[in-house]
């Protein structure tokens, strides 16, 4: 049997209504004879509400207490969506970050997990349960409440599929996959199929608000495939792992500045197609912030939003 993490963002379980469609999804994955770990985010906007709230009350704020205060928004998240897939005939537990036990160092507000002790949720899985765990928060040495900083559930839910050895991690969102630029932005945005860890944690470290950092580098690390996909429809997705397709080209636009990313073995053939690219990025009067190349791959990085016009004679330059 194999085990599955899936891991549902704020979007995704901020109401009643989203909670049965994520309940879905997860029996979906439960009746294909698979065992389920889901990683849940706090509702909606519960954790800038309760920010919010809290400085209304001081303006020197313990870290300790505010992550005693944050993690509280995930752990309703879990036991909603616990309470509503057992009365749907199907056994699942909530657990905190302690309880599924998770230990962290002893930094508040962006700790780093340290180790994962997964005797509770075995123990709940041999029970066939499926095991919902409230995303973001662990516990350290001093049996103190830490999270892991914004974003943190996705490096709960791939930390955990790495603990477990999981076939696949699937983070869901409100968005199908990662683009080469805002979809709402940009009506050029294309979808990626897939990317490496390398390319989506430069996206990542950029700003892009697609994954977290560390859960980008913890499933390089153990080499577990992320795929993001959409909680409101069944379209494919994107999938992150170390697989490097032959030759891709790949152009990502984050708001007023763009990134070409040529990957591929023996993709530098000719050094004479450099100089090529460079002729037309003077002649497009294009500001150079980045460029690098290595033996298998060349990376752009523009201060310009690049049209796909120019891509492609670029791709045609480089892989002809």
Known sequence: MDTIVLKFGGSSVADNEKLKIVADKIIQMKEKNNNVVVVVSAQGKTTD?????????SDTIEDREMDVLLSSGEQISSAKLSILLNKLGYKAISLTGWQA???TNNTNQNAIIEKINLTRINKELQDGKIVIIAGFQGINENMDITTLGRGGSDTTAVAIAAALHAKHCYIYS????????????FDHSKKLSALTYEEMHTISSEGAKVLHNRSIEIGEKFNIPIITKST?????GTVISDTIEENTIKSIVKKETSRISIIGNGIIRNFDNIYKVLNIIEQEKLEILEFLVEE????????NVVSDEIVS???KIILN
């Not at 509400?49 to 009350?57: G, Y």
């Not at 409101?232 to 494919?236: E, G, H, Q, T, Y």
């Not at 298998?296 to 201060?303: E, L």
């Open 49 to 57: 509400k309760l920010i919010a709230e809290a400085n209304e009350l």
């Open 174 to 185: 409100d968005v199908d996959g990662v683009y080469t630029a805002d979809p709402n932005k």
């Open 232 to 236: 409101f429809n069944d379209k494919p």
């Open 296 to 303: 298998a791959k060349i990376i752009i990085t523009f201060k």
């Open 101 to 103: 036990g998770i230990y």
């Open 313 to 315: 004679k670029i791709q």
